[in-house]
């Protein structure tokens, strides 16, 4: 029986693994798992253990290694920003939020390359924490780790999460009770589906908006929507005590 051949614009797709790897400096097992989790999209394939790939695939390996190693970013995130990005946005509406990017303050636009990092076991130790409260973090795609010089760490833009959650530990929401970190998978899940209606309400409102008056309108109404949240969600745990 003969291999059966798929063709493919060798002009458009003209790498194959070994040149992937070359090209974005990873080994193709990194590759292949972020192939495998749906970060990055499947070559064309022209038999049975051949496919070749496109520029796209590289953008989309060092992209998904930027996110992941440079702004720690969990896996679960950055699958789900992607898949908003490529199945919602238009090229038009990626850039118009590119632009609108640009002019944010300090605060809203990305972190620098290569932040500043704290030891896990160190921090853990000093909140009281333990092992498993960093994991379920970890696993509902709250934290994302790095291993450096043997040690395991996070941002250090990321360390007030840990923090909180040895506040809500001091508070009495402990282990013995059954409360675990990955109780925070609703908060979570609920952040998520609003950012994705955020992001998809400004890309809509915002075509006809220069980028840089879009900038100021959305560095004014964030504080107003978290204060916002803070109060309906105390509004909607009174309306439901009042229920009972």
Known sequence: MHAVAWDVDRDRYPYKMK???ERTGLPRQV???????GLVPEGHKTGRNM???????VGRVLLVRKLQHERFLPLKAIRALLEDRDEVFSPAQQQQLRDVRA??????RPSAE???TVEVDELLARLGLSRDDLDGMVEIGVLATAESDGRTVISRDDAWILEMWADVRGAGFTRELGFSSRDLA???QAISRMFQGEAQLLAAR???VP???AAQMVERVLPLIHAFLARFHVARARSFLSTL
């Open 19 to 21: 040149d992937l790897c």
């Open 51 to 57: 496919a070749y790939y496109g520029d796209e695939h």
């Open 186 to 188: 609703v908060y979570e």
């Open 31 to 37: 590759i292949h798992f972020y192939i495998q989790q």
């Open 103 to 108: 002019h944010l303050s300090p605060m809203l």
């Open 206 to 208: 915002f075509a006809n």
């Open 211 to 213: 980028p840089e008056q």
């Open 114 to 116: 290569n932040p500043a």
